[in-house]
């Protein structure tokens, strides 16, 4: 009941409720909502419910949904997506902190071995020494 709490999952679903318009859900289970009755989209409240119970991570938010949360277009991606561009990849959250995250050569977790200096770095020095 606290791990519920603490998020202000109340508070969010009373203004859902009272004032709240479900807009869309993205793939990665993420909802979205915006106020309802607004007169002028560029003033209207948007916001979005994270999916899972653990720690809220913005980075999940696709780029679509991301540019109608900042006003940055008038339909959400579920009336209106956005053109796909071909050299556009999937969007992936941020895996820092995760088994997924990565890792230059020579890191730690991967063995800290790192290519031997070729010799050709010259360090800066200040005039003088």
């Known amino acids: 009941m606290l791990a519920w709490l603490s998020w202000n999952r109340l ?9 709240g318009e479900f807009v869309g859900e ?3 289970g993420n909802r979205y909502y915006r106020e309802r009755g607004a007169r002028d989209w560029r003033r209207q409240r948007r916001w979005v419910v994270y999916a899972g119970s653990g720690e809220i991570e ?3 938010v ?8 900042h006003h940055t277009v008038e339909k959400p991606p579920s009336e209106q997506p956005l053109p796909a561009r071909y050299w556009e990849k999937p969007h992936k959250p941020n895996a820092s902190g995760t088994a997924e ?7 730690q977790l991967r063995g ?18």
């Open 101 to 107: 995250a990565w890792l230059p050569p020579g890191h």
């Open 11 to 19: 508070g969010t679903q009373i203004l859902i409720r009272r004032k």
């Open 62 to 69: 696709p780029p679509g949904w991301n540019a109608w949360l």
């Open 26 to 28: 993205d793939e990665f």
């Open 112 to 129: 800290g071995r790192r290519p031997p200096a070729t010799g050709d770095y010259e360090p800066w020095r200040p005039d003088g020494e």
């Open 58 to 60: 913005p980075s999940s």
